[in-house]
């Protein structure tokens, strides 16, 4: 399992989601990933793109107008 | 084939392909959606952007669409690839420029694409006949099946009685007597339909999903184009026509005016690629410079910015002015009065 980062700083919706799946893909089972955003609608998209396509939020954080949520990769 | 027929649907929020997935989901066949992203879509940005669109719903109704079906979503980032469609229309634009033919047989094209590589069986769409003006015709639909390449793998649930059986059809993977007849403007069926299936919750997105549609929009591009001499675009481009009053008070030049604090807030990331002003003595808008200026435009422009603040009434305004290069400079203007604004400038 191995912790990697994210920036999608900037990006308006669907973008976040977009760059977010994108990375998942190359990811493997059980790792995490931590997705920086700036656009609100990520608190939502994010973890409703996770819960379809079963990954798991495992944490949000929002300060500093900085969003960050952090999931663990499904099988 | 596959042993359980495959499928994907092109989702795009709205109530038709919900449904049209809805079909082909209750007839056992896998189904999965697929979303394409060109930057012209009106989901979240506005929302994002607006003070006053804070209290809205920020939900990607694609996505949203997607969970309450159970299926899975692919959003796909198409946005390099469909600038050729909206800059050369084959089947050329609608009421503005929504070039909503070729639009539908590149997402078809796309979907084609997907399913080759993911081991799909066929390609379902929410579409109707007779429901949109130029892509939704009896004789337009045939010229997407072709254009796209799915020819008969690509089904329309929503009114396939009307039209000529499809290979889902012929090989039993969906039965033929459950599809629907829907035809024309009126949205009853869709929501009489939507009754049947449960569904009470739907985006009515007025007009459509795309801001190639909107009248304002199609306005500012045009513009756009116009002044670089040739139509082509970038993403910052095209979000850019989304955000603020677009005023062009001489032809080599416009403004970007923030029409709020959230506004101004997305404007402020574009600084580093603009002159961008913003008053000082009062409160007012970030305006972005577009364009090549002089001294005399700036100061135009500066009396335009102070118009839009809450100096307007003043004797006079303080104006941050920062250019590409050199130091910010201050401009002590007057602001335009109602009547030396011009209704021309106004893209």
Redesign the interface.
């Known amino acids: 399992m191995s912790h990697h980062k994210l920036d999608a700083t900037?990006l308006?919706?669907?973008?976040p989601?977009?760059r977010t799946?994108d990375r998942v893909a190359e990811l493997a089972s059980g790792d995490i990933l931590e997705i920086h955003c700036t656009?609100?609608?990520a608190?939502?998209?994010i973890p409703?793109?996770c819960?379809?396509?079963g990954h798991r939020v495992v944490g949000t954080q929002q300060a500093n107008n900085e969003i960050i949520v952090t999931l663990r990769v499904g099988s | 084939m596959s042993i359980t027929p495959k499928a994907v649907v092109l989702i795009s929020g709205g109530l038709d392909s919900m449904l049209a997935a809805k079909v082909v989901l209750d007839q056992g066949v896998h189904v999965e959606g697929i979303?394409f992203?060109t930057g012209f879509?009106v989901?979240?940005?506005t929302?994002?952007?607006r003070n006053q669109d804070h209290k809205k719903?920020?939900?990607?109704n694609?996505?949203?669409v997607?969970?309450q079906l159970?299926?899975?979503?692919?959003?796909?980032?198409v946005i390099e690839q469909y600038k050729d469609v909206v800059i050369n229309p084959k089947h050329g634009y609608g009421a503005n420029l929504n070039p909503c033919l070729d639009c539908k047989s590149f997402m078809v094209r796309k979907a084609k694409e997907w399913i080759e590589a993911h081991g799909f069986d066929f390609i379902v769409t929410g579409e109707v006949i007779g429901q949109r003006p130029m892509s939704q015709r009896r004789d337009t639909m045939p010229v997407i099946a072709q254009e796209s390449g799915a020819d008969d793998r690509l089904l329309r649930p929503l009114c396939a009685k009307l039209l000529p059986e499809t290979l889902p059809e012929r090989e039993g993977w969906v039965n033929r007597d459950a599809l629907y007849d829907f035809n024309g403007r009126s949205r009853k069926p869709q929501i009489a339909l939507a009754e049947q299936f449960g569904i009470e919750d739907y985006a009515q997105p007025a007009g459509g999903c795309c801001f190639l549609t909107d009248e304002k929009y199609s306005d500012k591009l045009r513009d756009l184009w116009v002044s670089q001499g040739e139509k082509r675009y970038e993403i910052d481009d095209i979000?850019l026509l989304k955000v603020g009053r677009h005023l062009r008070p001489r032809p080599h030049f416009k403004l970007i005016i923030g029409r709020d604090d959230g506004e101004n807030n997305y404007l402020k990331?574009y600084r580093h690629r603009f002159t961008y002003m913003y008053g000082t003595s009062h409160n007012g808008p970030l305006v972005l410079v577009e364009g090549q200026t002089n001294d005399s435009d700036l100061e135009l422009a500066a009396r335009i910015t102070a118009r839009f603040g809450q100096g307007r009434d003043a004797d006079n305004v303080r104006i941050e002015v920062v250019e590409q290069t050199g130091d910010p400079r201050n401009f002590k203007v007057v602001p335009l009065t109602r009547n030396e604004m011009q209704e021309a400038w106004y893209i």
Request: with cysteine.
């Open positions: 900037n308006l919706c669907p973008m989601v977009i799946q656009d609100p609608g608190l939502h998209d409703t793109w819960r379809i396509n | 979303n992203f879509c989901e979240g940005h929302h994002a952007i719903p920020k939900r990607n694609a996505l949203w997607a969970e159970g299926i899975k979503l692919h959003i796909v980032d979000m990331g």
